[in-house]
């Protein structure tokens, strides 16, 4: 036993990546078990690893972690990057909820029948740039500080830069009219632990490629459960 | 200005009324500013009012918060109802996500079609015993304790309250293969704040009716 957390899920995005992001942020070394088939899945549900029966999961000090935001609160809590108050907290939370729920419109868009898709990707730029990201933009405008909350770096500036990225995956000028958040970009990036996991050859996993939809769409029974 | 929170959203439950039930749980006092309006949501835009254009918004020590789960966070923190570790609250999380899952599956049924609402209820019921349900039912039959996380009266326990309640308005006899959770249920509801928050003329809402429906799709411009 390495001591190590361990992540179970499918090897690509999904729920998990979020968490893979603030791992490295934090600069601590994970290792990763896939589901590669239903099968799979089912065998982790059987022996009882899973509390609701879902991915992801993740072995952390003795426990086995599931939910995504239940595992984000810990790791934050752990590695000193949730704040240094409640009300830093508060507001870190109500950032991060943010990001979370503009992940998951963009993660949903590789699901999407070809008919919904033009609409649906219409809908992701204009939540994107009239909803969220005016107002990290006008945060870091108006406080001047490096990082979103605290003048400390924090899970809020690991979540939006990993938004920031996926949007532009979306729409690659989407930060076009953020001038303060392209800044914001090329500096957390510019964190050796971020800038490490940006690499080539690091954990992050790559965008769903549409030829896997198919297996994804199977190992989770995607519409039946 | 008074100082205690003060909470706006529709009048009915919604993605408010966990909140309800946290703030009646600690025994704090609030208000209530329900949207009515379409007129009353965009002034509340102009004034930038909600950092992302949405409610539940909460009034509370200075900040307008907004995002359900940071509001309800900041509420547990404060009160003490978090644990008292973070590997305590690591578990209040995890089971309150559970709950939360649970809980959206019902969230969305006054909007659906009487046809979907029926197909609805069938995947809510499934779900709860035997998804949800029984993880609750295990952890309080292995630890024996009276409230699900550290032997300490917890958010986990507001929220599975709540999330009993909600079910068995769909189906009376949910929990019948579920002892510890009847017992749950009752030991529960009997605290005096919460006892209180069950009682008629309560700031508990009702299960939501087609007057809520058409006041949220009103004020929101939300067709679905």
């Not at chain 1, 005016?134 to 809020?156: T, W």
């Not at chain 2, 649970?102 to 609402?117: A, D, N, R, T, W």
């Not at chain 2, 293969?177 to 009847?182: G, H, S, W």
């Amino acid at each position: 036993m390495s001591g190590k957390p361990k992540l179970y899920y499918f090897d690509g995005r999904g729920r998990m990546e979020t968490i893979r992001w603030l791992l490295a942020a934090a600069g601590v070394e994970f290792e990763e078990q896939f589901c590669e088939t239903r099968e799979d899945l089912l065998k982790l549900r059987q022996d009882g690893h899973l509390l609701f029966q879902q991915v992801p999961m993740v072995e952390i000090d003795g426990m086995k972690m599931v939910q995504t935001r239940a595992i984000l609160n810990y790791i934050a809590g752990k590695y000193n990057l949730y704040g240094k108050n409640l009300k830093e907290r508060a507001l870190i939370d109500m950032y991060v909820e943010a990001t979370s729920d503009l992940n998951e419109i963009i993660m949903h868009h590789p699901l999407q029948p070809p008919e919904n898709k033009a609409k649906h990707l219409a809908s992701i730029i204009e939540k994107a740039t009239m909803r969220y990201f005016p107002v990290y933009e006008k945060a870091l405008k108006d406080h001047g500080q490096d990082f979103l909350v605290g003048n400390q770096f924090s899970r809020a500036d690991v979540q939006l830069l990993e938004t920031i990225l996926m949007a532009e995956e979306c729409k690659p000028d989407i930060l076009s009219k953020f001038p303060v958040l392209q800044v914001f970009k090329a500096r957390i990036s510019n964190i050796p632990t971020i800038k490490k996991f940006l690499q080539p050859g690091s954990q992050r996993k790559l965008p769903l490629d549409a030829a896997l939809i198919p297996k994804v769409i199977s190992i989770f029974n995607i519409g039946n459960e | 200005m008074t100082g205690i929170p003060k909470l706006c959203y529709f009048n009915g439950r919604g993605k408010m009324e966990s909140i309800r039930w946290l703030l009646a749980a600690a025994g704090v006092e609030f208000q209530e500013e329900f949207l009515e309006t379409r007129e009353q949501f965009e002034k509340l835009l102009q004034d930038g009012a909600l950092l992302f254009q949405q409610v539940p918004l909460v009034e509370i020590d200075g900040m307008k918060m907004v995002q359900t789960r940071a509001i309800l966070s900041y509420l547990a923190a404060k009160y003490n109802l978090y644990g008292k570790d973070l590997k305590e609250r690591a578990l209040i999380d995890m089971y309150v996500e559970g709950t939360t899952d649970l809980m959206g599956l019902i969230l969305m049924c006054p909007f659906l079609s009487s046809e979907e609402k029926e197909k609805q209820h069938t995947v809510i019921i499934q779900k709860a015993t035997n998804r949800y349900f029984p993880v609750y039912e295990k952890v309080l039959k292995d630890h024996r304790q009276n409230f699900l996380v550290g032997n300490q009266f917890s958010w986990a326990d507001v929220h599975l309250l709540e999330a009993i309640l909600m079910v068995e308005e769909k189906n009376s006899s949910v929990l019948s293969e579920f002892p510890q959770l009847q017992a749950f249920k009752a030991r529960i509801s009997n605290i005096p704040t919460i006892k209180k928050f069950l009682e008629p003329g309560s700031q508990r809402k009702p299960v939501p009716d087609d007057k809520y429906v058409e006041t949220v799709r009103r004020v929101l411009q939300m067709y679905f």
